[in-house]
């Protein structure tokens, strides 16, 4: 990946910064074009730096490690500035289709700040020529590297690149868990929640935040893909869960992750509301989490810059191809918090509507790794959680 941030760049995150596709058609325009004369520009004027730069190592090697460190310092510059000059000229000229590139602005005029990024459209390209050539032998081993389908590695194996190796053997292996997720799972479906983009989907979420959360007094961790609808549900669901005697935390801008992760294992009553960085890597086993909650089904953002490139070249063929397997592997990274020794045992919420009105949805629930999913509506959910135990269909 290649990047030109402005400097001081400040959290990505930010509900200040647009993130545009640069497509072919605003390269065409005079907005492209009128941005592309300075920062050749600018590329000339950086290249004449390394330059002169290089002519001042040149000249303090002759003193023979007097200036040791400078000259690690100035190298490291030097290669700073060369990288900075090729992802210009990469991004300015946009003739290398393996990358897709975007452009990210922050309308806060305070800050205002600005960067170009270029991603690898295909890493799989990558490894099949660069890595796969030098290695006798590799192992991808992982819980989610399969979905469900008549062809279960079959995503996996074309975005590393798998697909294309001629010369080695490629084996895929799926083994049997270690965890007896029949009795200790259950994926509970909401009947009476409305699809995400509905009127009254807020007020319905909050009703099944509220009931779930204060019929397991505690250890319930919700995950959200926004961050902006996560900290509104937090103001709204905090002061009535203290009501009932239940903590609740949440990853709010600028709150260490760490800590959250190190309070939340510490104490088997809180609550929490994060994103996505608690969707994989998060390890709670015990008590300490018994109830997993995901608000929206991981589908990538529809603005997203490799999202909007992939369907310009594969049109709706891409969100098959990509999108939809990609969400599925998320959700399964979710879905394995709840479950992290032998001994745990829990309940899955899975709030999103979809899962019950799209024909896309068996992709997801046969990803699952338990058969007892259950439909109920908010208040049996409620009252399940209350009297009885996960799983044991």
Known sequence: MAKLPAPNARDKGSYNIVTIWISADLRAGHAWRDLCAPGNKLAELLWGLNGRLADLISMLEQFEGEFANQLAELAAITTGIKDAVDALHLILDGTDDRYVTSLQLDRNPRHPNQALEAMRLDIGESLAVDLYPQTRSLVFTSATLATAEREPFAH??????????????????????????????????????????????????????????????????????????????????????????????????????????????????????????????????????????????????????????????????????????????????????????????????????????????????????????????????????ETQEPGGI
């Open 156 to 385: 996996f194996l074309r975005a590393t690149g798998l697909d294309r190796v001629e010369d080695k053997p490629v084996i895929t292996s799926i083994f049997a868990s270690g965890y007896d997720y029949e009795h200790n799972m259950t994926v509970l479906l909401p009947s009476d929640m409305p699809e995400p983009n509905a009127l009254n989907y807020h007020d319905a979420f909050a009703r099944l935040l509220y009931e779930t959360h204060v019929a397991m007094g505690g250890s319930v961790l919700t995950l959200f893909t926004n961050r902006r609808e996560m900290e509104a549900f937090y103001r709204e669901l905090k002061p009535q869960l203290a009501n009932e005697g239940i903590e609740l935390v949440a990853q709010t801008r600028g709150t260490s992750t760490k800590s959250l992760r190190d309070r939340f294992l510490s104490d088997r009553n809180l609550s929490m509301f994060a994103l996505k960085s608690f969707w994989e890597g998060f390890d709670a086993p015990g008590d300490t989490l018994r109830c997993v909650i995901i608000a929206r089904l991981p589908f990538s953002r529809p603005d997203d810059p490799i999202s909007r490139e992939r369907e310009a070249r594969d049109g709706r063929a891409a969100w098959g191809r990509y999108s939809l397997p990609e969400a599925v592997m998320d959700l399964k990274q979710a879905a394995g918090r709840l479950i992290r020794n032998s001994t745990d045992s829990g309940w899955l919420v899975l709030a999103d509507a979809r899962l019950q009105t799209k024909n896309y949805a068996k992709s997801f629930l046969r990803a699952m790794p338990t058969p007892d999913i259950r439909t109920l509506t908010i208040s049996e959910i409620a009252r399940l959680m």
